[in-house]
């Protein structure tokens, strides 16, 4: 059974940073593609970032220079570190991997850029 746990979410002053984690279960996040998206209120979910198996990384136009997608193998977790926190950055942001054809989503972690 895949899982994905989402944590670090919270109320971040514009500018500031936020760390999200992404603790999968079920699955070596070292072996699949995993990726972090976003949905904002009353839009529909929209690609963050990505990191393959074999480290590479990709990354929405939006978040190019701000946002970093790593992983970290021992403790079978993804992260997303971001910076420069906007007011547009508001959103709840998921962890996605897939698994011979299925996505599996976390649940989802809530992120307020707000002063």
């Known amino acids: 059974q895949v899982q994905l746990v989402e944590s670090g979410g919270g109320l971040v002053h514009p500018g500031g940073p936020l760390r999200l984690s992404c603790a999968a279960s079920g699955i070596s996040v070292s072996r699949y593609t995993m990726g972090w998206y976003q949905q904002a209120p009353g839009k529909q979910r929209e690609f963050v970032a990505t990191i393959t198996s074999s480290g590479n990384t990709n990354y929405a136009d939006s978040v190019k220079g701000r946002f970093t997608i790593s992983r970290d193998n021992a403790k079978n977790t993804v992260y997303l570190q971001m910076n420069s926190l906007k007011p547009e950055d508001t959103a709840v942001y998921f962890c996605?991997?897939?698994?011979?054809?299925?996505?599996?989503w976390g649940q989802g972690t809530q992120v307020t850029v707000s002063s």
């Open positions: 996605v991997t897939s698994v011979v054809g299925r996505t599996y």
